[in-house]
Each structure stands twice: as structure tokens, then as C-alpha cells.
């Protein structure tokens, strides 16, 4: 079954120090990833995103991923965490062919402290 | 560009009574979809249309829930009658093209609040 696993609810960073995220999938095809952000009363903005090539990839506001297929991970990082990335962070796989929406894991809640 | 556009923001409804969702997507987007988000989980597909059409509706309630995108533009989203467990975040959110594997572009959703 195509799943997405994050197996942490919640992570506390002191500001400045760096976040990795961890997202594991499941996904029977080649899986198209995809890491989303949610600040509270918002809807989910597009961080970054894979596909194919560079297995790291780049996103918006200094986040980058790297794909391991061998591990089925899609770990989320950032090198120097600040106040204002708080807030609730989603992986989600899938695919490119119509009815293959995208499933997206429980979420990892970041708090940043001073 | 505009964002996807999603009415109202907040709504508070008896359980048994009917409440109806829009959405208005991105312009030329053709694939939208409506997700649930139940408080601390991550959000789940309800429906998925390109342009006018259903294409999965697996997980919709359907004995309660219905959809529709009229003219493949704007879409409504229905429950009733509602239930407790029916409080969440609505989300909808709209996609360019899904066979390149583009992104969703997520409207701010709808909190509903069942009492």
C-alpha cells in the first residue's frame, strides 16, 4: 500500500542550530516527492520538491532534501533554523498518472526555541 | 497570479445540518482536488477532478458527501447531514498539469466546527 511515514510528531530546534526532518514512503512506482509547509491558519505552501535527477534538491527558504531510494527517505534539512520556520511540516508522494493523488504523511510539528 | 480562492474561511453547523464548501482554482489549472484534515493529521484526498470530471472518489463518504465542478472551473463541496467527526480543515487545492508531476497549490481551507 502507498503510504508516508514521519516518525516524529514533534521537534523542538534552538535557533540557529539545524533541523533534518524525516519522511519515509512507500510508493509501488518510481514516487514523486514532495515536502509541503503549514503555518497555523494557513493552507500548505510547496517547500521543494523530486522528481528525477540530483538527488538533493532545493527548495524555498533555505530547506533541502535528499532522495535515498534505497532507504525509501525523503529527509527534509535546513543548516541554521529560524524563529519564523515554525510551524507544521508534511511529506507527501506520488505520482504523474491521473488518479494517483498526492498522500501525505501525519506531519512533524517544528518549534523553535531561543 | 491569484491563489486558489476558498469560501468561507470558518463555519460552525449542528450535526445533521447541511453545509456546502467553493472553491475557485488557479485559472487553467485543470486537476483539483478537495482533502480533509482532521486536526493533527496530515490532509486525505476526498475527491479528485480533472477538469469536470471524477477522476477518484474512492474515499468520499458518499452517503453524505457530495462534489461537483461545474464547467471545469469553480467547485462546491456538500456535506449532509453532518456529523461530529465531519470537524476539520477542507482543503482544495489545484494542479497545472498532474502527468509532469506538478505541485499543488493549496487554497487557506475552511475549518469546520460539527456541534
Known amino acids: 500500500a502507498q503510504s508516508v511515514t514521519q516518525p516524529d510528531i514533534h521537534i523542538t530546534v534552538s535557533e540557529g542550530a539545524s533541523l533534518e526532518l524525516r519522511c519515509n514512503y512507500s510508493y509501488g512506482a518510481t514516487p514523486y516527492l514532495f515536502w509541503y509547509v503549514q503555518s497555523p491558519g494557513q493552507g500548505l505552501q510547496l517547500l521543494l520538491k523530486?522528481?528525477?535527477?540530483?538527488?538533493l534538491v532545493q527548495g524555498i527558504k533555505g530547506f533541502e532534501a535528499e532522495f535515498k531510494r534505497s532507504q525509501s527517505s525523503f529527509n527534509l534539512r535546513k543548516p541554521s533554523v529560524h524563529w519564523s520556520d515554525a510551524a507544521e511540516y508534511f511529506c507527501?508522494?506520488?505520482?504523474?498518472?491521473?488518479?494517483?493523488?498526492?498522500?501525505f504523511g501525519k506531519g512533524t510539528t517544528l518549534s523553535v526555541s531561543s | 497570479e491569484a491563489g486558489v480562492a476558498q469560501s468561507p474561511r470558518y463555519k460552525i453547523i449542528e450535526k445533521r445540518q447541511s453545509v456546502a464548501f467553493w472553491c475557485n482554482p488557479i485559472?487553467?489549472?485543470?486537476?483539483l482536488y478537495w482533502y480533509q484534515q482532521i486536526l493533527g493529521q496530515g490532509p486525505k484526498l476526498l475527491i479528485q477532478f480533472q477538469n469536470n470530471g471524477v477522476v477518484d472518489d474512492s474515499q468520499l463518504p458518499k452517503d453524505r458527501f457530495s462534489a461537483e465542478r461545474l464547467k471545469g472551473v469553480d467547485s462546491t463541496l456538500k456535506i449532509q447531514p453532518a456529523k461530529l467527526e465531519d470537524s476539520a480543515v477542507y482543503l482544495c487545492?489545484?494542479?497545472?498539469?498532474?502527468?509532469?508531476?506538478?505541485?499543488?497549490?493549496f487554497g487557506s481551507g475552511t475549518r469546520l466546527t460539527v456541534v
Open positions: 487545492a489545484s494542479s497545472l498539469d498532474q502527468s509532469r508531476g506538478d505541485g499543488y497549490t
Open positions: 485559472s487553467g489549472h485543470a486537476t
Open positions: 523530486y522528481f528525477s535527477g540530483d538527488t
Open positions: 507527501a508522494v506520488g505520482g504523474t498518472q491521473a488518479g494517483t493523488a498526492l498522500i
